[in-house]
């Protein structure tokens, strides 16, 4: 299955609780279709004891967020965008944002 997202992108959540919020993509598992992003949809994780945790801990970790729920960052308007793939001079494929043609890294 073909992503919009890639690791490295800013992205800015359309629905769930995290709504408003951005971040930039950590992981991206295309046959799951999710995103791990930066500080979005944290959820507290209970740590087993170890050495470095002798009592235990409970951590706040990120987990993976469906694709239909981000959206790109306009790198112009710092909106959310739609994109599209061109090809380019050299043929290779750019993506760019649909509202004003900005390439997208």
Known sequence: ???RVRKGDKV????????????KV???YPKKARALVEG???????????QQNPQGAIA??????H???LGLVDP???KPTRIKTLMADD???QRVSAKNKAVIA
């Open 91 to 93: 043929g290779s494929k």
């Open 40 to 50: 979005i949809n944290m959820v507290k994780k209970h740590l087993r004891k170890s």
């Open 76 to 78: 112009v308007s710092s």
């Open 26 to 28: 950590i992981h991206v």
């Open 60 to 65: 706040n970790r990120e987990i993976p967020i």
């Open 1 to 3: 299955m073909s992503l």
């Open 67 to 69: 694709v239909s729920n």
């Open 12 to 23: 800015i959540v359309l629905a769930g609780k995290d709504k408003g919020k951005s971040g």
